[in-house]
C-alpha cells in the first residue's frame, strides 16, 4: 500500500467548473507529478471520502496533469466506481496525507474525519493573509481561516511553507492563540516552466505588465490610476499597460476603470487568460513587471520575471526581499509618486536603473522543484524516525 494520500478535490473541483489554475493550484498540481507513483488520491464527496485505488489514481492524476477532451466524464465515472468501497472506511493505516490548497480544513465534518483516523497529515501554508489583512478578503475569510490555521496546528504532523516570512507569521500566530507549531520546513516554489517565448514582441511600443488576480490587495487601482496621468501628461508616448489576471472579488472600481475609462483605451490591454507561451512572450519583452501587492504570501510573478531577465517593480515587502534579495526595485505599495518615477524610469530598454537592476540579476538564483521537493523529503525523514 502506498504510504501517502494526496487529497485532490480542489483541484477536481476547480477543473471540472472549467476555472483556470491559480498559484495553489499549480503548487497542488506539482506535488501531484511528484507524488503520483507512490501516493493515492483522496477525494472528497458528498461527505464521503473516498481513496481512489492506485490504478485509479494514476489515470486521474494524469488526467489533472494532462486534461484530456472528457476530463469531467473520465473523473465522474472514476469516481462513482471508488464510491462503494468507502464506505464503513475509517482510514486505520497511519499513512501520510498530504493536503496542499487549504480546501476542507475549515469544516467540522473533515475535521472530525482526521480525528477519528490514523492519518498523519501534511498541511501546505501558503499565506495567513485573511488574519494579518482581512480588509482584503471576502467577509468571512478571516474566520474561516483562522479555523484553518487551527486544524494546521492542532492535527497536522506536518507543516510545510512556501516561505521563511510564512512561517515565522504561523509560529507567531501558534504563538499568541497557546497553539502548538508541529515539525516545519521552508520550501520554496519554483517558477512556472514557461515555453521559450516568440522571438517577436506582442507590442511595439515599450509597456509593462502587471500579473495576477484582479483583487484589492494587488493593488491595480493605484496602478491604473497612475497611468492616466502619464497618458494625459505624455500622450503617445506614454507607454502601455498590459493587465494579465482573472477578475476576483470586490474589484469593480479596477474593473470600473478597465471598462469604462476612454483616457486608458489603446494604452491599458487586459487579458484575463494566457497559456504558458504567451505568458512568456509578454514577460520577456516588457520593460518590467510590476507587482505593487499591499501583502503576499510568496510572489511566484516575480520568481517567474527575474527567471526570464525580466527587470521587476516590487513593493517593498519581507517576503519579496527573502526571495529576491536587493535585484528587483523597490518601492513602498502606496507611494504613487514613487511608482510613477520608477515606471518612467524604466520606459526605455537603455535606462539606466534598467541596465542596473539587469546587472544585478546575476545575483538571482531560482528555485527548483527538486530543492523543494529535497525540503519535503526531510521533513518526511524526520516524521519517520520521530514516529
Known amino acids: 500500500m502506498p504510504e501517502a494520500l494526496i487529497d485532490i478535490t480542489r483541484l477536481l473541483d476547480r477543473r471540472m467548473q472549467g476555472r483556470l489554475p491559480t498559484g495553489i493550484d499549480r503548487v497542488s498540481l506539482e506535488y501531484v507529478r511528484y507524488l503520483q507513483r507512490r501516493a493515492t488520491a483522496l477525494v472528497r464527496y458528498l461527505g464521503r471520502w473516498i481513496e481512489l ?3 485509479e489514481s494514476i489515470r486521474v492524476f494524469e488526467a489533472l ?3 484530456p477532451p472528457h ?28 493536503n496542499t490548497g487549504h480546501n476542507g480544513l475549515e469544516q467540522q465534518a473533515f475535521i472530525e474525519r482526521l480525528q ?10 501558503h499565506d495567513l493573509i485573511p488574519l494579518t489583512h482581512p480588509e482584503y478578503c471576502r467577509p468571512g475569510e478571516a ?81 491604473l490610476q497612475l497611468w ?23 474589484c469593480e472600481n479596477v474593473i470600473d476603470l478597465l ?9 491599458v490591454f487586459e487579458y484575463s487568460a494566457c497559456d504558458d507561451t504567451e505568458l512568456a512572450a509578454w514577460l520577456l519583452h516588457a520593460q518590467a513587471l510590476l507587482f505593487p501587492s499591499f501583502t503576499e504570501g510568496y510572489g511566484m510573478p516575480l520568481v517567474e520575471a527575474l527567471t526570464l531577465g525580466v527587470p521587476v517593480i516590487a513593493s517593498d515587502l519581507p517576503v519579496f526581499r527573502e526571495i529576491a534579495g536587493t535585484v528587483p526595485e523597490y518601492v513602498d505599495p502606496l507611494d504613487g509618486r514613487g511608482w510613477a518615477e520608477a515606471i518612467v524610469a ?42
Not at 492616466?228 to 470586490?250: F, H, K, N, T, Y
Open 53 to 55: 485505488s492506485q490504478p
Open 65 to 67: 496533469l494532462e486534461p
Open 71 to 98: 476530463f469531467s466524464h473520465l473523473v465522474k465515472r472514476t469516481v462513482a466506481r471508488a464510491l462503494p468501497r468507502s464506505f464503513g472506511r475509517r482510514f486505520t493505516e497511519p499513512r501520510f496525507l498530504f
Open 116 to 125: 477519528q483516523s490514523r492519518l498523519k497529515p501534511l498541511f501546505f501554508i
Open 143 to 223: 474566520k474561516r481561516h483562522r479555523i484553518r490555521m487551527h486544524t494546521m496546528l492542532t492535527l497536522g504532523q506536518g507543516i510545510l511553507a512556501n516561505s521563511a516570512t510564512t512561517l515565522e507569521q504561523l509560529a507567531e500566530y501558534a504563538h499568541r492563540q497557546h497553539l502548538p507549531l508541529p515539525p516545519a520546513t521552508v520550501a520554496p516554489l519554483a517558477p512556472a516552466d514557461l515555453a521559450a517565448a516568440d522571438a517577436c514582441p506582442l507590442l511595439t511600443t515599450p509597456y509593462f505588465v502587471i500579473l495576477g488576480t484582479i483583487e484589492p490587495r494587488k493593488n491595480h487601482w493605484m496602478i
Open 228 to 250: 492616466r496621468q502619464l497618458i494625459e501628461r505624455m500622450g503617445d508616448r506614454a507607454p502601455r499597460l498590459v493587465v494579465i489576471g482573472q477578475r476576483g472579488w470586490e
Open 259 to 267: 471598462e469604462r475609462c476612454t483616457v486608458l483605451r489603446g494604452y
Open 346 to 387: 524604466y520606459a526605455q530598454k537603455d535606462a539606466p536603473a534598467r541596465q542596473a537592476q539587469q546587472q544585478r540579476m546575476s545575483r538571482f538564483s531560482p528555485p527548483t522543484w527538486e530543492t523543494h521537493f529535497a525540503q519535503v523529503e526531510y521533513l518526511l525523514e524526520q516524521l519517520r524516525a520521530a514516529s
